[in-house]
Structure formats: structure tokens, C-alpha cells
């Protein structure tokens, strides 16, 4: 990993139809389609409004939804990491 991946921390998050969004700290906007994360795909609005930003801003956890998703890993391409067990 580069640093700019290891030093990726969400300062916000929220989604559109399609996609989830994170604003990182330094300044930069990801955008990530929901199919990559079936969990979410599947959600409610307000069940994708029932997160926590966690590790100083390096996760993102849905305690409803059983979801956990690493910001670093999301800037390197991956999805939903339990597909296919």
C-alpha cells in the first residue's frame, strides 16, 4: 500500500440511489457502487444511515447489517470480501 492509501480517513459518508459516498480528510470523494457491498444493496435507507465511522476514520461499520468496510481497502478496489465463502 502507498500512503495515500494508508492514510485514508472518512470525515463523512452517505449515499445517492446507486452508490455509497465518503469524503476523505483530505479532501478527496470516493464514490463506490452499493453492488459491490450486497449488505447495503439490500439495506434501507435508514438502515445505510445506521453506521459508525471507526479506527480514526479507516472503517466504516453498520452493526445492523453485520457490514464492516475498510476505507483503505475501498481506494485499492475492493468490494464486499465475503462473497464467494
Do not use: C
Not at 479532501?27 to 434501507?44: M, V
Not at 459508525?52 to 476505507?71: A, K, Q
Request: proline share 5%; charged share 25%; hydrophobic share 40%.
Amino acid at each position: 500500500m502507498n500512503t495515500l492509501t494508508i492514510e485514508a480517513r472518512a470525515v463523512k459518508v452517505w449515499f445517492d440511489e446507486d452508490n455509497i459516498w465518503i469524503l476523505l480528510h483530505d479532501g478527496r470523494q470516493l464514490s463506490t457502487p452499493l453492488a459491490y457491498f450486497p449488505r447495503l444493496l439490500k439495506a434501507s435507507p435508514e438502515q445505510r444511515q445506521k453506521f459508525e465511522i471507526s479506527g480514526g476514520g479507516t472503517g466504516l461499520h453498520w452493526e445492523d447489517l453485520d457490514e464492516d468496510i475498510s476505507v483503505p481497502g475501498l481506494l485499492l478496489g475492493q468490494g464486499d470480501l465475503t462473497r464467494g465463502r
